[in-house]
């Protein structure tokens, strides 16, 4: 018998109950090592000395190894010895050199990836820098006309005239917010409920995505996708006004005051006026998804594939800030007292920047499984914001003082598009399916539908003056006026 251990012939042999069959250890080495590891040297189990077990064996004295009877044999016996601890330091040397080797390679990539690090900072840094002074054209007769202003990057602080802007639109709209009545001439829910198509106007477009409706609900923008935009009179019910940007398909559209602004596929987002460039932003690095503009009219915010949100100054015609998001934007809205920006995301999130500070304020997250945010509004009321996603067939309501939803509305279909009316009673929804409105009542905070009326492929819907008319883009370029 053999340790295994130290390959000899044990003077106190044990063996392992948890070792494999036939280990034999010396008892002395055994014990040294469970004390030092507390586990068996072969199978790497727990192992204690309780688990060795002694084994007997004959008494008999060992012979003497007959190399060992002379000194010729014990010098030969030597040699041998001294010729296996060369041989061993000879590898060990080589082993050295093999790992000094490999050590230095590793720091030779080491020192070229820092390298590229350092270098590719600063390419980002410069491109950033270049980025800041990007200029804007931007000139009221569509001109070109180079401004050369430099522009703020990743958030940084709006000017102070801007945040004075802010500053009075929010205390001018909320000052009265909560008192406001309803007018008398508003629609009641029962007029909602008697909405039918009355008439309907061919918009000859045929990749309209959405309306814009002005402050004064009688004008109705839409764009095609080789970017042309028309604009809708309701009291005509005829467009009135066709132009050609040349900027690509439309996304998204909004009124700035008396301006139409679009969003458009290649990036760009064009401000018009009675069908005239006004002024066109060139910052978005790939499709600008959704454009909104500031209750003041003055300021306007866009977002866009490239993740990033930017803040415009219609008067001046400069870009104000750029900030970036985690995620693509799909759908943006300012709160009504202009001091809130919401942008819906492609993960289904939704995300709540405070516009004074260009900062993050809160994110709603998105639900499991949740697919990009369709469409955002912001109910008048000011504590409400309403969110659809894509593909979903409910609306949900959140409420801004709590921080969480306050009620899921089931549309019966995929939502598309969704409006608030001034008022905040009644919320509009769309989708291939139809329309359907839901009434919130005050006195009895409770929710119903006045209204679900079919229109077949919905794309976006919005209330027209004082209530009293429903107005619906279908997929294939149909302007629909519902009402009484």
Same mark, same amino acid.
């Given at each position: 018998?053999?340790?295994?251990?130290? #390959?000899?012939?044990?003077?106190?042999?044990?063996?392992?109950?948890?070792?494999?069959?036939?280990?034999?250890?010396?008892?002395?080495? !055994?014990?040294?090592? !469970?004390?030092?590891?507390?586990?068996?040297?072969?199978?790497?189990?727990?192992?204690?000395?309780?688990? +060795?077990?002694? +084994?007997?064996?004959?008494?008999?004295?060992?012979?003497?190894?007959? /190399?060992?009877?002379? !000194?010729?044999?014990?010098?030969?016996?030597?040699?041998?010895?001294?010729?296996?601890?060369?041989?061993?330091?000879? /590898?060990?040397?080589?082993?050295?050199?093999?790992?000094?080797?490999?050590?230095?390679?590793?720091?030779?990539?080491?020192?070229?990836?820092?390298?590229?690090?350092?270098? +590719?900072?600063?390419?980002?840094?410069?491109?950033?820098?270049?980025?800041?002074?990007?200029?804007?054209?931007?000139?009221?007769?569509?001109?070109?006309?180079?401004?050369?202003?430099?522009?703020?990057?990743?958030?940084?602080?709006?000017?102070?005239?801007? +945040?004075?802007?802010?500053?009075?639109?929010?205390?001018?709209?909320?000052?009265?917010?909560?008192?406001? @009545?309803? @007018?008398?001439?508003?629609?009641?829910?029962?007029?909602?409920?008697?909405?039918?198509?009355?008439?309907?106007?061919?918009?000859?477009?045929?990749?309209?995505?959405?309306?814009?409706?002005?402050?004064?609900?009688?004008?109705?923008?839409?764009?095609?996708?080789?970017?042309?935009?028309?604009?809708?009179?309701?009291? /005509?019910?005829?467009?009135?006004?066709? $132009?050609?940007?040349?900027?690509?398909?439309?996304?998204?559209?909004?009124?700035?005051?008396? $301006?139409?602004?679009?969003?458009?596929?290649?990036?760009?987002?064009?401000?018009?006026?009675?069908?005239?460039?006004?002024?066109?932003?060139?910052?978005?690095?790939? =499709?600008?998804?959704?454009?909104?503009?500031?209750? $003041?009219?003055?300021?306007?915010?866009?977002?866009?594939?490239?993740? $990033?949100?930017?803040?415009?100054?219609?008067?001046?015609?400069?870009?104000?800030?750029?900030?970036?998001?985690?995620?693509?934007?799909?759908?943006?809205?300012?709160?009504?007292?202009?001091?809130?920006?919401?942008?819906?995301?492609?993960?289904?999130?939704?995300?709540?920047?405070?516009?004074?500070?260009?900062? %993050?304020?809160?994110?709603?997250?998105?639900?499991?499984?949740?697919?990009?945010?369709?469409?955002?509004?912001?109910?008048?009321?000011?504590?409400?914001?309403?969110?659809?996603?894509?593909?979903?067939?409910?609306?949900?309501?959140?409420?801004?003082?709590?921080?969480?939803?306050?009620?899921?509305?089931?549309?019966? #279909? =995929?939502?598309?598009?969704?409006?608030?009316?001034?008022?905040? /009673?009644?919320?509009?929804?769309? #989708?291939?399916?139809?329309?359907?409105?839901?009434?919130?009542?005050?006195?009895?905070?409770?929710?119903?539908? @006045?209204?679900?009326?079919?229109?077949?492929?919905?794309?976006?819907?919005?209330?027209?003056?004082?209530?009293?008319?429903?107005?619906? %883009?279908?997929?294939?370029? =149909?302007?629909?006026?519902?009402?009484?």
């Amino acid at each position: 018998m053999l340790c295994a251990i130290s #390959g000899e012939a044990p003077e106190q042999p044990v063996a392992s109950r948890k070792s494999g069959v036939g280990n034999v250890f010396e008892k002395r080495l !055994i014990e040294a090592y !469970i004390a030092e590891n507390g586990s068996d040297p072969v199978n790497g189990e727990e192992l204690s000395p309780d688990d +060795l077990v002694d +084994l007997k064996q004959s008494r008999l004295a060992k012979p003497r190894p007959p /190399q060992l009877t002379s !000194i010729p044999a014990l010098l030969s016996t030597f040699q041998n010895e001294w010729d296996a601890l060369i041989l061993e330091t000879f /590898q060990l040397k080589q082993q050295l050199a093999e790992t000094r080797q490999e050590l230095s390679t590793a720091l030779y990539y080491n020192d070229s990836a820092q390298r590229v690090i350092a270098r +590719l900072q600063k390419e980002r840094d410069e491109a950033r820098d270049a980025l800041s002074r990007v200029s804007v054209t931007a000139a009221p007769n569509g001109a070109g006309q180079a401004n050369g202003d430099a522009m703020q990057v990743d958030g940084q602080g709006l000017p102070q005239d801007v +945040l004075d802007k802010i500053d009075a639109t929010q205390a001018k709209l909320s000052a009265t917010r909560r008192k406001r @009545p309803v @007018p008398e001439d508003w629609a009641t829910g029962d007029e909602v409920a008697a909405y039918d198509v009355k008439s309907k106007a061919d918009t000859q477009f045929t990749g309209a995505k959405s309306l814009a409706v002005d402050e004064t609900g009688d004008f109705f923008m839409t764009g095609d996708s080789d970017g042309t935009v028309g604009i809708y009179d309701l009291k /005509q019910d005829a467009f009135t006004t066709r $132009s050609n940007l040349s900027a690509g398909g439309i996304n998204h559209g909004a009124w700035a005051r008396d $301006s139409a602004v679009v969003a458009t596929a290649s990036g760009a987002v064009v401000v018009t006026q009675e069908g005239a460039v006004k002024a066109k932003f060139q910052q978005h690095a790939g =499709a600008a998804t959704a454009v909104a503009a500031h209750p $003041s009219g003055e300021l306007l915010a866009s977002v866009g594939v490239d993740k $990033s949100l930017v803040l415009y100054d219609l008067q001046s015609g400069k870009v104000l800030t750029q900030i970036f998001s985690d995620a693509a934007l799909t759908s943006t809205t300012f709160h009504p007292d202009g001091h809130l920006l919401a942008a819906g995301a492609a993960d289904g999130s939704i995300k709540l920047y405070d516009v004074k500070t260009c900062q %993050l304020a809160h994110t709603f997250p998105s639900p499991a499984g949740a697919t990009p945010v369709a469409d955002l509004n912001f109910s008048e009321n000011g504590t409400w914001l309403a969110s659809a996603h894509e593909g979903s067939t409910t609306v949900t309501v959140w409420d801004l003082r709590k921080l969480s939803a306050l009620k899921t509305l089931e549309v019966g #279909g =995929a939502v598309t598009g969704i409006s608030w009316d001034y008022t905040g /009673q009644f919320l509009a929804a769309c #989708g291939p399916g139809g329309v359907t409105v839901a009434r919130y009542t005050k006195a009895s905070k409770s929710w119903t539908e @006045p209204l679900r009326k079919g229109v077949s492929g919905a794309q976006d819907v919005k209330w027209g003056a004082n209530a009293k008319k429903l107005v619906a %883009l279908t997929s294939d370029g =149909a302007v629909n006026v519902l009402a009484a």
